[in-house]
């Protein structure tokens, strides 16, 4: 009997122990970390360009075309000749001529004006001759200069010729006469045709020009300011004229004039050598005016980026355990 008790007591310690320690019978909670992905937004600082307006003074460039008057004109060639003679272009003298010596006086004028030519450069006046340097019109303009300030009342005439423009001078006596003067030849025009030098007709194109040629030009000017404004440059002879200013000068009476100081005014302007020039407190000032420009410039700003990293978060998970596990783990 006891033996049947204790084989019962050991089979019911036996099935205890395994259901204790073998069969799970309770269930239990538990956290894990648990990987995922995940987007980030993060900031990087770059680099970029821009075009950056900035200010700057600049002289103000022109074209003397558009600055040229007939003032500008006159105050300029008086500003040289005062500064190299001390005197205006014209400063006039008194006729001391009757009417009738009108010729006379003009040939020897001419004549006196021949021989200075000789004695300064070897040549007589025609050999002084260089088209497009010192031809037609600057040798007009240079005899006006002279005849004007020696008491004659002078214009420079134009006309065409199958090569272009020629320029004379003509002549008036007080009792309305008319004298014409072929330039290039110092000469008087006396017959019905002159006969030009080689070097002449073939600049002009023609042999000869006939007294009628003279007696109808196509233009009269009567300064010498007018015919430089007309034509820019054609009659400037001061610049290209063999004979020295200095020379000629002393073909002409004195003057005891005060010369015409050019008449400026505050804010007027000119152009020089392409660059705009204003009068200010009695002188030329170069003009400037701002200009806006442009400059590449590097700057830097953050740029806003994303990027896929892994994170770890945690869940609850269960599980059965054995009354033995459960007793020494939780």
Not at 24 to 41: A, G, M, N, R
Not at 83 to 88: A, I, L, R
Not at 248 to 267: C, D, F, K, V
Request: hydrophobic share 30%.
């Amino acid at each position: 009997m006891l033996e049947k008790l204790a084989i019962g007591l050991g089979a019911a310690i036996v099935i205890a122990a395994i259901v204790v320690c073998a069969i799970p019978l309770k269930t239990v909670s538990y956290t894990v970390e648990v990987p995922y992905q995940d987007i980030e937004s993060y900031y990087e600082t770059e680099p970029y360009e821009v075009q950056e307006p900035y200010e700057i003074q600049e002289p103000v460039v022109c074209y003397e075309d558009e600055y040229r008057s007939l003032d500008s004109v006159t105050n300029e060639i008086n500003s040289y000749f005062i500064e190299q003679t001390g005197k205006s272009y014209y400063w006039g003298t008194e006729r001391v001529w009757p009417p009738h010596d009108t010729v006379r006086q003009l040939d020897e004028v001419l004549r006196d004006i021949d021989s200075l030519s000789r004695q300064q450069t070897g040549y007589g006046w025609v050999g002084l001759y260089e088209r497009d340097v010192f031809d037609c019109s600057e040798m007009s303009a240079c005899l006006e200069y002279i005849l004007e300030n020696k008491g004659f009342t002078t214009d420079i005439a134009g006309g065409k010729t199958p090569n272009g423009n020629h320029a004379w001078i003509v002549v008036y006596s007080s009792s309305g006469e008319e004298y014409y003067v072929e330039s290039t030849m110092l000469c008087r025009v006396t017959s019905l045709h002159i006969f030009l030098q080689d070097v002449i007709a073939e600049a002009l194109g023609i042999e000869s020009l006939s007294l009628e040629y003279y007696q109808s030009p196509r233009e009269l000017q009567h300064t010498v300011y007018e015919a430089e404004y007309s034509m820019v440059n054609e009659f400037d002879w001061w610049e290209s004229c063999p004979i020295p200013l200095n020379e000629i000068l002393n073909l002409l009476p004195a003057s005891t004039s005060t010369p015409s100081t050019p008449t400026y005014t505050q804010g007027d302007t000119k152009c020089i050598n392409g660059y705009e020039y204003t009068y200010q407190n009695e002188e030329w000032m170069q003009t400037y005016h701002s200009v806006t420009k442009y400059r590449t410039v590097t700057k830097y700003r953050d740029v806003e980026k994303q990027r896929t990293i892994t994170k770890y978060r945690q869940e609850t998970r269960y599980k059965s355990v054995t009354i033995l596990e459960y007793w020494t783990s939780y």
